[in-house]
């Protein structure tokens, strides 16, 4: 086999590839074989009509691609392995001498994986975040708590709308005059203060009594998701029919035995603060990875090409639609709702999608130059691990890595992680 590449452009290689005669005379005999199973041809069983037979039936070109997509794949491997190319995308095949008897001439245009040159990434100065709780935000575990066993009881009849109450209204909308899809209802139960509706509308029901009526004016957002009422001026007449107070419990150490574990407000608190701070230390840890792997990847200069961009973004899209379908909604509803179209979309996740593939890029080159080796006790625990995130067994996720030809991937996953570890530990100190 013969080898020569030159450039296509900036981003892509044109392989040029001569495979020998006698490999491609045996691609030939075995797409005889595989064509004569499936064909029918009167007077021969199936997987027994001659080749002379097949080239009348089937026409000689027939042959000769069945016998090329057998030559192909082995001989563009093994191109790769030689020339030291790991594309990142499906190669764009074109014939230039398929006969037999003659060497079988190919070219190949893809685009490798781009060689990164590392910047600093051991001694990166980071400014460890702060782990701390804030008083406001025991209080408000608290505060949620003893809204979990309040009371609701009802106002005085000339009681007026405050903050935080429950009401039931009924609304009518209007723009420019005229009432709107789904901005009519009877009875609907809001919590004033909870940012259900519109901005501006639940702080104009402040101070209404029950049975009264009033006009409320508002503004749909500009980006609302129902783009016939993105930006328009709206009126609803609207009516209380009534407003329910939260009577929270009273907050002592009886209230705390009732309803919880501990057995005190002292212990509860100090439980509070702990599991906060225990939370606070777990982000910090986190900003502090991604701040160092940020930098790392700053530091390196790589030029990504535009289909590993493309990719991860259609990786990412894939991700989102499959969360929007475990909360019973599809990527139509989601675009309509968010106000937007699929290139707008993808246009909003492609700068997180050159960040990540960059990141990657990054880590692979320095578990490269750190000559960081994957050994089967790490496969082993990503795999345990994954059986845990997919409510499975390892077993079952060694068949599907398998069957899928995700080996590879896993090794690289795992190469990724130590090389993040590596990083981190190697912080300024």
């Not at 900036?10 to 595989?34: G, H, N, Y």
């Not at 949620?144 to 429950?166: G, L, P, T, W, Y």
């Not at 006009?215 to 009126?235: I, M, N, Q, R």
């Not at 009577?247 to 407000?265: I, M, Q």
Request: glycine fraction near 4%; aromatic fraction near 6%.
């Amino acid at each position: 086999m013969k080898v020569s590449t030159e450039k296509a452009d900036s981003q892509k290689l044109v392989l040029t590839i001569e495979a020998p005669a006698d490999e491609f005379a045996k691609s030939v005999k075995v797409a005889c074989k595989q064509l004569a199973n499936r064909v029918n041809i009167p007077g021969f069983r199936k997987g027994h009509a001659p080749k002379q037979i097949l080239v009348q039936n089937l026409g000689r070109q027939a042959i000769l691609d069945e016998a090329f997509e057998l030559l192909a794949p082995k001989t563009l491997n093994d191109a790769f392995i030689e020339e030291k190319i790991e594309p990142v995308d499906r190669p764009q095949i074109e014939i230039v001498t398929l006969e037999e008897g003659s060497n079988v001439v190919f070219k190949a245009t893809v685009t490798p994986k781009p060689e990164v040159t590392l910047g600093e990434y051991k001694g990166i100065a980071i400014e460890l975040p702060k782990a701390e709780v804030a008083e406001e935000e025991i209080e408000e575990q608290i505060k949620n708590m003893r809204s979990h066993h309040a009371k609701m009881i009802d106002a005085q009849e000339d009681a007026v709308v405050e903050k935080d109450n429950f009401i039931t209204l009924d609304f009518l909308g209007k723009v420019d005059g005229t009432a709107f899809e789904g901005g009519e209802a009877k009875d609907y139960p809001l919590q004033v203060g909870s940012g259900q509706f519109i901005p501006g509308f639940e702080e104009q029901l402040i101070g209404v009594k029950i049975g009264e009526e009033k006009d409320v004016t508002v503004k749909f957002p500009d980006d609302y998701h129902e783009a016939s009422l993105a930006g328009k001026d709206a009126v609803f007449s609207c009516k209380v029919n009534s407003i329910k107070i939260q009577e929270l419990p009273e907050l002592d150490d009886e209230f705390v035995k009732k309803s919880t574990s501990y057995k005190d407000l002292e212990d509860l608190k100090k439980n509070l603060h702990e599991n906060l701070l225990k939370a606070a230390q777990t982000r910090a840890e986190g900003e502090l990875r991604n701040q160092a792997l940020k930098k790392a990847s700053d530091n390196a200069k790589v030029d990504i090409p535009d289909v590993m961009i493309d990719n991860r973004v259609d990786n990412m899209l894939n991700e989102l639609s499959a969360s929007l379908e475990s909360h019973s909604m599809n990527m139509e509803q989601y675009l309509k709702y968010s106000n937007t179209d699929m290139a707008k979309l993808r246009e909003t996740y492609r700068q997180s999608a050159v960040d990540a593939v960059k990141t990657d890029l990054v880590l692979e080159k320095v578990a490269q130059a750190e000559e960081l080796k994957v050994n089967t006790e790490e496969v082993d625990a990503e795999i345990a691990a994954m059986a845990v995130r997919y409510g499975t067994t390892p077993k079952e996720v060694r068949k599907i890595v398998a069957k899928n030809g995700y080996v590879a991937n896993l090794y690289e996953t795992i190469g990724r992680k130590k090389a993040a570890q590596l990083i981190i530990d190697n912080l300024a100190k």
